[in-house]
Every structure is written in C-alpha cells, then in structure tokens.
Nanobody
Framework: QVQLVESGGGLVQAGGSLRLSCAAS????????MGWFRQAPGKEREFVAR????????SYADPVKGRFTISRDNAKNTVYLQMNSLRPEDTAVYYC????????????WGQGTQVTVSS
C-alpha cells in the first residue's frame, strides 16, 4: 500500500504560481510512476501531468503545457507540481496518483488539495 498526501493548494490570483507537493509513505516512491490529476466542479477528473519512476520522462496535458512542471525527489519520497501563469480555469481539486507500471491503471490516490485561481 502507498499512502499519498497532497499539500500546497490555496487561493491565488490569475498569473500567480503555486507548488503542490505529494508526499508518499508506505512504499518507496521510486517503485512508482506518478501523476497529477484535477477535477473542477461539475466536471470529470482529468489528467494533468505524469512522470516516470526515475524522473527522466514527463508528459503533460495540452492546457498546462509550458506552464506546469512535474518533478520528483525520490530521496524525499515526494512529487511536485509547479504551476505558473495560473488561470481561473485551473481552479480544481488536484490529486496525485501512483502506479507501479504503465500497464496498470492508477492504483493509489491522495485525498486532493484545492486550488482556486481568482480573476
């Protein structure tokens, strides 16, 4: 089992920045690929970014490309999402997730952290 806890959400003005953290416990984070997802009110959860086990490969959803950066520190068992140039449409609950292989569905989820971007 992997327990994931997100932090770093909050209220920010459009154009501002936030850095989300996802701290893992229970298993060594380097055994897992990690991802960030978000869910806005009335919408389905959507993919934001993912990073492979070693941090050498990343992928982003089109709406966040060039503005968000996913990274990881396996020594600290933590994954980050740096969010710059935030827009009101980025307002959502952000979740981190873990999976042991790209052949598996996302197996573990955090409880989420709220990000609100005011215009």
């Amino acid at each position: 089992q992997v327990q994931l806890v997100e932090s770093g959400g909050g209220l920010v003005q459009a154009g501002g920045s936030l850095r989300l953290s996802c701290a893992a416990s229970g298993r060594t984070l380097s055994n897992y690929a990690m991802g960030w997802f978000r869910q806005a009110p009335g919408k389905e959860r959507e993919f934001v970014a993912r990073i492979n086990h070693s941090g050498t490969s990343t992928s982003y959803a089109d709406p966040v490309k060039g503005r968000f950066t996913i990274s990881r520190d396996n020594a600290k068992n933590t994954v980050y999402l740096q969010m710059n140039s935030l827009r009101p449409e980025d307002t959502a609950v952000y979740y981190c997730a873990a999976r042991s292989s790209v052949n598996f569905a996302w197996q573990y989820w955090g409880q989420g952290t709220q990000v609100t971007v005011s215009s």
